[in-house]
């Protein structure tokens, strides 16, 4: 980062090698489909570049990217819901985690049944308000610790631990009402 602030384009492309990823996985995350995503990545990055100069090492460098992406995925919801837009990916495909497979030998029911499980894991995580998403994403999928969650929001401790408790509990209880629904639908289909 010191070498990207005197102008070393290279070094600046190799923290955006290092990074991209991350921050793309956060942002797909937070707005729930990959043409924006890849738009917040890209929006980071310039962000990053354009105040590369202001960064002041008070904080580790992926700390203050955090914050930064961060911001830029508030903005982007905060100008979606007043556009109130329909993507056209959106139309085109449901938004899903990738499936992976550990088990070369899992039946295609397990694999049909996993995906939708995770897709419904991610329409549950776009109904949680920014605040409980972002700590949960910070959180469980990019396995930031606590510390550096309130670093890159500029909160206190208990507040990441709060939010991400009621982020938590409002997964929680989502996932058991769709549960209780499917079983009572189930019940209903068998009479």
């Known amino acids: 980062m010191n070498r990207a602030k005197k102008g070393d384009h ?20 937070f707005v729930g489909n990959h043409a924006d995503a890849g738009d917040l990545t890209q929006e980071t990055f310039i962000k990053l570049y354009q105040s590369v100069h202001t960064y002041r090492g008070d904080a580790s460098f992926a700390t203050w990217l955090y914050r ?79 510390e550096e969650i309130a670093a890159a929001l500029d909160c206190s401790l208990g507040t990441v631990k709060s939010r991400l408790n009621r982020a938590r509990q409002a997964l929680k209880r989502k996932f058991l009402g769709q549960t209780r629904e499917h079983l009572a639908g189930t019940a209903r289909l068998a009479r």
Request: proline content about 2%.
């Open 10 to 29: 290279a070094a600046f492309s190799v923290l955006v090698q290092r990074y991209e990823s991350k921050i793309y996985n956060l942002a797909y995350r």
């Open 68 to 146: 930064v992406a961060t911001n830029v995925c508030r903005d982007e919801l905060r100008k979606q819901q007043r556009q109130k837009k329909i993507s056209l990916d959106e139309m085109i495909e449901q938004p899903g985690f990738a499936l992976s497979s550990d088990n070369e030998q899992e039946m295609p029911e397990e694999v049909l049944e996993k995906k939708e499980l995770q897709e419904q894991m991610q329409s549950f995580l776009l109904e949680l308000s920014d605040e409980y998403r972002i700590v949960l994403i910070m959180r469980e999928v990019q396995q930031l610790s606590y």
